[in-house]
């Protein structure tokens, strides 16, 4: 990625913390990485574009955090266990960006960019995942979807809402007869 596509989007990463979706606009981009303000327009063809490139790159960083997890385990449920709490940590932590991934205005094959990022994580779970030995798709995105879900119940604050813990659901998850 070239320079000043990397400065828009840091510069669209820092305007999505500080001040959630609406508040990443080309402009915005533009004036906060010290360019014009068409200068975006440049490098990407509208919003979305660039909003799909910032995701991207919050995929990077939640994969790394999630892989920084996984490898400090010393076993198969102990792996599990840090994938599962590092996810949900991840979301409830940086909800903005959690949130713009999983946009209705991503959907599967209209970003390829997005699409290849994705698929390069799933394969990097398959392959140093919370299990022994490479994991077919399926589990992976079994994995995925139940972390997912989680987390989507943990930043909405359902479970808050019921008085339980994210961790108190992973340990039922990771348990080997459902119970914690």
Known sequence: M???RTRLVESALR??????????TLRAVGDLAGLSRTA???HFSDKTALLAALA?????????????AILEGTGPRDRLRAFYLSYVEYATTHREEYRLVF???FLAGDHPELETAIDQV????????PWDGPAPKARVMALLSTAHGLAEFAVAGQLTHKGIGYEDIVDVLVSRDGEP
């Not at 995929?59 to 892989?67: P, Y």
Request: hydrophobic content about 50%; glycine content about 10%; charged content about 20%.
């Open 15 to 24: 305007l999505l913390r500080e001040g959630g979706l609406d508040a990443v």
């Open 2 to 4: 070239d320079d000043t």
């Open 40 to 42: 975006p327009y440049r």
């Open 122 to 129: 799933t394969t990097a779970l398959g392959i140093q995942g």
């Open 103 to 105: 946009a209705a205005e």
């Open 56 to 68: 991207v790159r919050v995929i990077a960083d939640l994969s790394a955090h999630v892989a920084a």
